[in-house]
């Protein structure tokens, strides 16, 4: 009925077990290809991907990001990284700091606005990276966990100062008559507003969660009383989130040199 | 020779002038959809997406997002926002702090790393947007300068605290017999590297931009002697970019509650 691009899209799901075989190096090709066809600020790519299929990295990278062992046995996985430090490299090669000298432009090294920008280009290029890899039939599961532990990172992968590990995706082929089963979403009347933003109320949320309110057991392991409980203590409330924190707060003393 | 979904990937280009003509509504709600198939972390879809049709917000945009006329003239404008306003709503629904308290799980209000994780969410499935948008015939506009004049947006879409607009796309048709022409990218050994990151010399830099440094005239209106020069001028030399680095600052002492 739909168009395979938007099979692509509506099919994919989080693929976290893997066909034990190498990805073929032209399918490779096009993903990292598709991934440099992303939409990019002023054309200026301020990302860069790091291809690692070194197994020992692969095992570093199941540790640092949450000791999550299914990582290790991702045939490739890419890291995203928002890089401003290619660019300034570039303006210092052609003499920047002359340049607003005699001009009277204001010379700034990267701040938060370019952190955004470079942080948009690295998620849309990796997005594209997905939606060509699922069309492949290969499958792919973000890791927002790259985040965390930037001191182990930034040494092993020799990360300068103004790059920061935004995304990772480990991809592989889908297993052999592999069981996809698509995750629902939440009802779009949650999600997409018209002309102004809306808040829900309590009997929205009641409704908008009601599948996973029926889905968890009590008691449970967070001690939690209801869905809003559990995801809480699943998510916010673990080691992890704080470390992701901490070590979001090193990146920026890094990227900011402060 | 690549299948249609890399197609759709490969062929688009940003679309800056519209068929004069509606989107129509099962083309909008397919491209919709497509955005809330994007993977998101946990399953959280921490974003919203307002859709404006309205002609005066769309004048009001085309102001506020560094004076782009364009903009007024696309048919559909979707905002993209880091939203963790919803969640939040929904987890005080659930009485949370309660739950906090009895637990020992500390509280914590959305932090930088819920921030980036929303951030995230709200560029995939933005990019979802785009490649289903392309693969109905409707091209697209990334406009970062949603980021700009915080405080007037804010008013006028309503926006809680805990969102942040991080991303806007125009959408329209693409105009009958449109000339489309993709951008050149640079070449991938510049953005790709393999299991570490490795920097680049001013040889490399040389041949990265020759494309470019063999377009700009000399002399130009930015007074550059080179494209390095002529970027940084255009780009990070100019009111729009010190606007918005003070509307993030804006943005996140409403969003840490500084």
């Known amino acids: 009925m739909h168009n395979s691009t938007l099979n692509s899209i509506f099919n994919r799901t989080s693929l976290r077990k893997y066909k034990n075989v190498e990805i073929e190096e032209n399918h490779l090709n096009l993903i990292l290809e598709s991934a440099m066809r992303a939409p990019t600020a002023g054309n200026m790519m301020m990302y860069s991907i ?8 692969k095992e570093l990278l199941s540790k640092t990001c949450d000791n999550q ?33 005699k001009t009277n432009v204001k010379f700034k090294t990267p701040n938060l606005s370019s952190l955004f920008l470079a942080a948009g280009d690295a998620f849309i290029a990796a ?79 009641k409704n908008m969660y009601e599948l996973y309110e029926n889905k968890i057991s009590k008691p449970n392991k967070y001690n939690a009383e209801n869905f809003g409980q559990f995801l809480y203590g699943r998510k916010f409330g673990q080691e992890f989130s704080s470390e992701m924190e901490r070590s979001i707060n090193v990146i920026l003393k890094h990227w900011l040199k402060k």
Chains 1, 2 share one sequence.
């Open 127 to 205: 997005q594209n990276t997905v939606i060509a890899a699922e069309s492949l039939n290969i499958g792919s599961c973000y890791i927002g966990d790259i985040i965390e532990n930037y001191e182990i990172h930034k040494k092993h992968f020799n990360l300068p100062d103004w790059t920061f590990p935004i995304s990772m995706l480990c991809l592989g082929y889908y297993p052999d008559d592999y069981p996809k089963k698509v995750t629902p979403r939440f009802d779009k009347k949650y999600i997409i507003h018209s002309e102004h933003y809306q808040d829900l109320n309590k009997d929205d949320f």
């Open 50 to 57: 790091i291809v690692v299929k070194d197994a020992r990295t």
């Open 69 to 101: 062992p299914f990582i290790a046995a991702a045939p490739v996985i890419l890291i995203f990284l928002a890089d401003m430090h290619r660019l300034y490299n570039y303006f210092e090669s052609c003499n920047i700091k002359d340049y607003c000298n």
